[in-house]
């Protein structure tokens, strides 16, 4: 049985409404190369309710790409939001479409990645110059389909990084139609710094997000940037609507272990990082036996155990044999047997927290 409790969730009733509207308080960032299937996968043997996202998807790659390998998805993975990279409103249109007909929840626009394919592409932050283009995207999107269409940009770019660009911003694409913002607490340098460095480099600001929501009282405003830890989240949610968590997630995903019970005030008992491994066998054994080599999904996999004892004999023994050719899931079966059992105290301490 659910319940929810206002503790757990500050303001409940209003986010309640925001949800139907597609408002989630807690999401999974967008990331190249890491948001694929097998990771959504995995994630949702951890948290049931938390939001995510495939990596961003071009439009052109959409539209005259593999589908099914750009799109696929399990049913498991909902809630799910497609993250599409693109600066023609007729083809994001097209896409939208396409998104939903695919039964995706929610479809977002990339104006945030600085990166020199985006900015080839005049798309990503580039776009953040271009409101009234990013305002006809959302509305040609919002025209052909009932999907919540949401925006991802930044604070700002370059020299165009005040407080008020970036309310400017928001007021455009938001008299469109546009009701979810998620905001990166960074502006971004398009010259000079790497995609790398543009998601540490430029100092975070999380003020002007929460200066945007108390101008933007009727939007949801989503942060993103920086964040480690649910209690981090927790704290946000005072301030803003949801929090978006991106490398932590990946680099330490069973920090999200007590997010069913935390953020969405569900009972019930976290898996185990174990069990959560264990839980992926079946999953494995079904992709390898379609031809996917077992490191496509084990390398998701590496930081289950971070700050564990025995994390080093697992990241090493999936390292060293999941690339082989015969490797199937005995390979992730045999590395778990070398990490500790946790204790039954420790797992109850997960449990609670």
Not at 10 to 26: C, E, S, T, V, Y
Request: hydrophobic share 40%; aromatic share 8%; charged share 25%.
């Amino acid at each position: 049985m659910t319940t929810r409790t206002t503790a757990v969730w500050p303001h409940l009733l209003k986010r309640d409404q925001l949800a139907k509207d597609g408002g989630n308080p807690l999401s999974v960032a967008p990331m190249m190369d890491r948001t694929d299937r097998h990771f959504r996968y995995l994630m949702r043997q951890i948290t049931r309710h938390t939001l995510l996202y495939t990596e961003m998807v071009t439009t052109a790659a959409i539209l005259n790409g593999d589908r099914h390998k750009l799109l696929g998805f399990s049913e498991v993975e909902k809630p799910l939001a497609l993250q599409i990279g693109g600066d023609d409103p007729r083809e994001a249109a097209e896409c939208a479409r396409i998104a939903q007909d695919w039964g995706y929840d929610e479809i977002n626009l990339n104006v945030g990645c600085p990166s020199s394919r985006v900015q080839n592409g005049n798309f990503g932050v580039c776009l953040m110059a271009e409101p009234e283009r990013v305002a006809r995207a959302v509305e040609a999107m919002q025209k052909v389909v009932d999907l919540p269409v949401t925006v991802k940009h930044r604070i700002g770019f370059d020299d165009r990084d005040r407080y008020e660009d970036l309310a400017d911003f928001v007021h455009i694409v938001s008299e469109a139609g546009c009701q979810h913002f998620t905001v990166h607490a960074r502006k971004a340098w398009l010259e000079g710094l790497s995609p790398k460095e543009n998601r540490n480099v430029p100092p975070l600001r999380y003020h002007d997000v929460h200066r945007l929501k108390q101008a933007f009282p009727h939007l949801f405003i989503e942060i993103n940037g920086g964040f480690k830890s649910l209690e981090q989240a927790q704290e946000q949610l005072n301030f803003v609507d949801a929090v978006m968590i991106g490398r932590a997630a990946y680099d330490n995903p069973y920090i999200f272990a007590t997010a069913d019970s935390k953020i969405y005030g569900e009972e019930g008992i976290s898996l185990s990082r174990h069990a959560v491994v264990e839980a992926m066998l079946p999953y494995i054994e079904e992709w390898v036996a379609k031809g996917v080599k077992l490191n496509a999904i084990t390398r998701h996999m590496l930081h289950m155990f971070t700050g564990q004892p025995g994390t080093k004999a697992w990241k090493r023994y999936l390292s060293e044999n999941a690339h082989l050719p015969s490797a199937n899931s005995e390979v992730v079966r045999t590395a778990l047997a070398k990490v500790p059992q946790p204790s039954v105290f420790a797992q109850a301490q997960i449990e609670v927290a």
